[in-house]
C-alpha cells in the first residue's frame, strides 16, 4: 500500500538529471531547481491560455472530463485541512494546526484540477524576514512566540483553493427613488429667561415608486474554497493581483503544500450568487438614481455562468502556544502580513509593576524635594 501510494505521488515529480535529487519550483521564475547542485529546468509554457469552464455540465456531474483527475490527498484528523504535498516527503506537518500526517492515510480524491495558478513570487527565506520584521514589532508577544514564528520548521508555503465565477447578470427590480427637500419647522426656546420663537431647516424625503431592467458582466468572484472557520485567511492578505495568474501547470506547486477544496463547488456557486444579489443590489441603487433608494424586489437571472478552480501563494507559520493553535499569513505575492498572536501576561504585568513603581517613586521624591 505504502509503496502504492510513494508511486502515484512520484509519479508527476521531476528528478534533477545530475544528481537525482527533487526539484522545486523557484518563487518569481518560471523554473524548477535542484536543491543540491542547483542545476535549472525552464517550466513548458502552456500550449493555451487557461480557460474559465462552463459551470452548468460540473455542477451536473463532477469528476467526468478531462479537466478533473485523481490526486493524493492527505485530510488532517484534527482540523479537517485536506492537503496534497508535491514533494519527497520527510516530516508531514498539516500546514494549519502541525499536527503530524500519516503517509498511509493518503486516498485517491477526484480533483477538478485548477485552471490557473498564481507562482509564488518570493521564497521562504524572504517570507521569513518578513514574519521576523513583523514579530519584532509585536508588543506584549510572549517569548516563545517570536521563537516559534521564526522557526523554519513552522512555516509552509501552501497554495490556497478559491473558486471564481463569471456570470452575465440581468435583473428586475421596483423599488422607490427618494428625493431630499427641506422645510422650515418653528420651535420654541428659552433666551436670558424667556420663550422666543425660531424655525430651523430640517430634510425630509419625496419618494415615488419606480421600475427597471440592470444588466451586466459580473467578472472573478472570488471564493475561498476551505471551509472550516480556522482556515479563513484575514481580509488584509487577500490583495492578490489576478492579473499574474498562469496556466496550472503542476511544476508550480513542487516544493509547496497544495491544499484541496473542502468547500464544494455548489456551495462556492451558491456563495457567488449571494454576492450577485448584492450587486444586483448596487447596480439596481444606482439604476434608481436621486438622493437615496429603496429596493422593494429584485428579479435576478444569471447566464453564461462559468467558473474556475485557482491556487493562490500564502505563506502560513503554524504554531501552538498554551493549548491554542495561532496562524500567521504573509501573501506570497504581495508580502502583506497578518495574524492572530496571543499576549504575554507576564510582560503586561511586569510593564504595569514598572509604572506603578516608578509613579511611587515620583511622589517620593517630590515629597522629599519640596
Ligand atoms: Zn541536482
Ligand atoms: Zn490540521
Same mark, same amino acid.
Given at each position: 500500500?505504502?509503496?502504492?501510494?510513494?508511486?502515484?505521488?512520484?509519479?508527476?515529480?521531476?528528478?534533477?538529471?545530475?544528481?537525482?535529487?527533487?526539484?522545486?519550483? +523557484?518563487?518569481?521564475?518560471?523554473?524548477?531547481?535542484?536543491?543540491?547542485?542547483?542545476?535549472?529546468?525552464?517550466?513548458?509554457?502552456?500550449?493555451?491560455? %487557461? +480557460?474559465?469552464?462552463? !459551470?452548468?455540465?460540473?455542477?451536473?456531474?463532477?469528476?467526468?472530463?478531462?479537466?478533473?483527475?485523481?490526486?493524493?490527498?492527505?485530510?488532517?484528523?484534527?482540523?479537517?485541512?485536506?492537503?496534497?504535498?508535491?514533494? @519527497?516527503?520527510?516530516?508531514?506537518?498539516?500546514?494549519?494546526?502541525?499536527?503530524?500526517?500519516?503517509? &498511509?492515510?493518503?486516498?485517491?480524491?477526484?480533483?477538478?484540477?485548477?485552471?490557473?495558478?498564481?507562482?509564488?513570487? %518570493?521564497?521562504?527565506?524572504?517570507? @521569513?524576514?518578513?514574519?521576523?520584521?513583523?514579530?519584532?514589532?509585536?508588543?506584549?508577544?510572549?517569548?516563545?512566540?517570536?521563537?516559534?514564528?521564526?522557526?523554519?520548521?513552522?512555516?509552509?508555503? !501552501?497554495?490556497?483553493?478559491?473558486?471564481?465565477?463569471?456570470?452575465? !447578470?440581468?435583473?428586475?427590480?421596483?423599488?422607490?427613488?427618494?428625493?431630499?427637500?427641506?422645510?422650515?419647522?418653528?420651535?420654541?426656546?428659552?433666551?436670558?429667561?424667556?420663550?422666543?420663537?425660531?424655525?430651523?431647516?430640517?430634510?425630509?424625503?419625496?419618494?415615488?415608486?419606480?421600475?427597471?431592467?440592470?444588466?451586466?458582466?459580473?467578472?472573478?468572484?472570488?471564493?475561498?474554497?476551505?471551509?472550516?472557520?480556522?482556515?479563513?485567511?484575514?481580509?488584509?492578505?487577500?490583495?492578490?493581483?489576478?492579473?499574474?495568474?498562469?496556466?496550472?501547470?503542476?511544476?508550480?506547486?513542487?516544493? %509547496?503544500?497544495? &491544499?484541496?477544496?473542502?468547500?464544494?463547488?455548489?456551495?462556492?456557486?451558491?456563495?457567488?450568487?449571494?454576492?450577485?444579489?448584492?450587486?444586483?443590489?448596487?447596480?439596481?441603487?444606482?439604476?434608481?438614481?436621486?438622493?437615496?433608494?429603496?429596493? @422593494?424586489?429584485?428579479?435576478?437571472?444569471?447566464?453564461?455562468?462559468?467558473?474556475?478552480?485557482?491556487?493562490?501563494?500564502?505563506?502560513?507559520?503554524?504554531?501552538?502556544?498554551?493549548? +491554542?493553535?495561532?496562524?500567521?499569513?504573509?501573501?506570497?505575492?504581495?508580502?502583506?502580513?497578518?495574524?492572530?498572536?496571543?499576549?504575554?501576561?507576564? +510582560?503586561?504585568?511586569?510593564?504595569? !509593576?514598572?509604572?506603578?513603581?516608578?509613579?511611587?517613586?515620583?511622589?517620593?521624591?517630590?515629597?522629599?524635594?519640596?
Amino acid at each position: 500500500m505504502e509503496n502504492e501510494i510513494q508511486n502515484a505521488v512520484s509519479e508527476r515529480k521531476k528528478s534533477c538529471v545530475n544528481c537525482g535529487a527533487e526539484l522545486r519550483y +523557484k518563487p518569481g521564475t518560471a523554473q524548477i531547481q535542484c536543491e543540491y547542485c542547483n542545476h535549472i529546468e525552464a517550466i513548458e509554457p502552456a500550449q493555451h491560455d %487557461f +480557460k474559465e469552464l462552463e !459551470l452548468g455540465p460540473y455542477l451536473e456531474k463532477m469528476g467526468t472530463t478531462h479537466h478533473s483527475e485523481k490526486v493524493m490527498m492527505l485530510q488532517c484528523k484534527n482540523c479537517g485541512a485536506n492537503q496534497h504535498i508535491e514533494e @519527497h516527503y520527510k516530516s508531514l506537518h498539516c500546514v494549519y494546526c502541525a499536527t503530524p500526517l500519516i503517509l &498511509e492515510d493518503a486516498i485517491a480524491e477526484d480533483w477538478i484540477l485548477p485552471g490557473a495558478v498564481l507562482p509564488f513570487q %518570493f521564497d521562504q527565506k524572504k517570507s @521569513h524576514q518578513i514574519f521576523a520584521q513583523w514579530v519584532k514589532g509585536l508588543w506584549f508577544a510572549p517569548n516563545k512566540l517570536k521563537k516559534a514564528a521564526l522557526d523554519p520548521q513552522h512555516t509552509k508555503g !501552501l497554495y490556497l483553493p478559491y473558486w471564481t465565477f463569471d456570470a452575465q !447578470l440581468y435583473a428586475e427590480y421596483t423599488g422607490e427613488r427618494g428625493t431630499y427637500y427641506y422645510v422650515q419647522v418653528p420651535y420654541t426656546t428659552q433666551v436670558n429667561g424667556k420663550t422666543v420663537r425660531r424655525t430651523r431647516q430640517e430634510r425630509r424625503t419625496r419618494w415615488s415608486h419606480t421600475s427597471g431592467t440592470i444588466s451586466g458582466f459580473v467578472n472573478d468572484t472570488l471564493i475561498q474554497a476551505s471551509k472550516q472557520k480556522p482556515h479563513s485567511i484575514p481580509r488584509k492578505i487577500t490583495n492578490w493581483n489576478l492579473n499574474a495568474l498562469t496556466t496550472f501547470n503542476t511544476s508550480y506547486l513542487a516544493g %509547496f503544500v497544495t &491544499e484541496k477544496y473542502t468547500l464544494s463547488l455548489k456551495e462556492g456557486h451558491l456563495s457567488s450568487k449571494q454576492e450577485a444579489e448584492a450587486i444586483a443590489r448596487r447596480w439596481s441603487k444606482r439604476d434608481i438614481g436621486g438622493d437615496t433608494q429603496r429596493v @422593494h424586489n429584485i428579479m435576478m437571472r444569471l447566464s453564461e455562468e462559468t467558473f474556475k478552480h485557482i491556487l493562490l501563494p500564502a505563506y502560513i507559520s503554524s504554531y501552538a502556544y498554551q493549548d +491554542k493553535k495561532y496562524n500567521f499569513f504573509i501573501n506570497g505575492q504581495t508580502g502583506s502580513i497578518s495574524g492572530k498572536r496571543p499576549y504575554s501576561y507576564w +510582560k503586561i504585568g511586569a510593564l504595569v !509593576l514598572f509604572i506603578i513603581v516608578l509613579i511611587v517613586g515620583i511622589m517620593y521624591w517630590h515629597e522629599t524635594s519640596s
